[in-house]
């Protein structure tokens, strides 16, 4: 499966989006109040590969790859780049904002900018996903998590609440 979704420009605000957004991030709340979240970190098993630096390009790239257990539930970060992915085992369902999709191993698809997804483990799933980053080693992971995950949907002007989508409505 390719999932070639325009990766250049970030999701819109619709009113749609906006209660998609607003349900991924109560879910996620949901989640973390409820769960052991050092138990889930321990069975998602978690590696990290990086390139070289290329002097040419003057960054290098970051693969993060993670064990998903058949059954497991994560729900992702916001990215803010476009970026590759790759399942390299398993088979997986995925809801964002734009719906639901399933990808099944092999397959290489790009993720959009600004989404966050709920991905459903169907089988034993192993994810990798690649970023371009300045910074190379495990030691700069907090560096590098700065410079490819959003905070929240606000840092890339998205608005994540129903109540925030009629203030910007009723504004001129």
Not at 40 to 47: H, K, P, Q, T, V
Not at 75 to 97: D, P, W, Y
Request: glycine content about 4%; proline content about 5%; aromatic content about 10%.
């Amino acid at each position: 499966m390719n999932d070639l979704t325009p990766v250049d420009n970030l999701p819109e605000n619709s009113r749609e989006r906006v209660e998609f957004r607003q349900k991924m991030l109560f879910l996620q709340e949901q989640m973390r109040d409820r769960f052991d979240q050092k138990a889930i970190n321990d069975a998602c098993e978690l590696a990290h590969y990086f390139s070289p630096i290329d002097e040419k390009y003057g960054c290098c790239t970051y693969a993060r790859q993670i064990l998903l257990p058949k059954g497991s539930v994560v729900i992702g970060k916001i990215h803010r780049h476009a970026h590759l992915n790759f399942i390299m085992q398993g088979k997986v369902s995925v809801n964002t904002e734009f719906g639901k999709k399933y990808f099944t191993a092999p397959c290489t698809f790009v993720s959009e900018p600004g989404l966050k997804r709920a991905v459903y483990a169907e089988e034993d799933t192993i994810w990798t996903t690649v970023h371009m980053t300045q910074f190379c080693g495990e030691e700069f992971l907090k560096k590098i998590e700065d410079e490819v995950i959003a905070p929240d949907y606000e840092t890339l002007g998205l608005i994540s609440s129903v109540d925030r989508l009629a203030i910007e409505e009723k504004q001129p």
